[in-house]
């Protein structure tokens, strides 16, 4: 069984910033690729970020050059670091795991972002 437990969600005014983290039950190197979501109310879940073991990360156009993900290996821990936010940045953010096509998920961490 996987667990991924996600924290640092929360309100923040808009140009501001918050990290996110995502702590695993196990070894993020035993995962294809570590990742963050977004899901707004009303709107389809989306990628926010990804990185695989090796590689660079993949962001959504949306998130460039203001969100960073990154990881800890000696913690097991994958962080998005975001910054400039901005109202439309507000959603529900999943922590996401991959492994040989299956699919883990954090439980959701509320990022709330007032104009």
């Known amino acids: 069984q996987v667990q991924l437990v996600e924290s640092g969600g929360g309100l923040v005014q808009a140009g501001g910033s918050l990290r996110l983290s995502c702590a695993a039950s196990?070894?993020?190197?035993?995962?294809?690729?570590m990742g963050w979501y977004r899901q707004a109310p009303g709107k389809q879940r989306e990628l926010v970020a990804a990185k695989a073991i090796i590689g660079s990360p993949n962001y959504a156009d949306s998130v460039k050059g203001r969100f960073t993900i990154s990881r800890d290996n000696a913690k097991d821990t994958v962080y998005l670091q975001m910054n400039s936010l901005k109202p439309e940045d507000t959603a529900v953010y999943y922590c996401n795991a991959k492994k040989n096509g299956v699919d883990f998920w954090g439980q959701g961490s509320q990022v709330t972002v007032s104009s």
């Open positions: 196990r070894s993020i190197f035993s995962f294809n690729e």
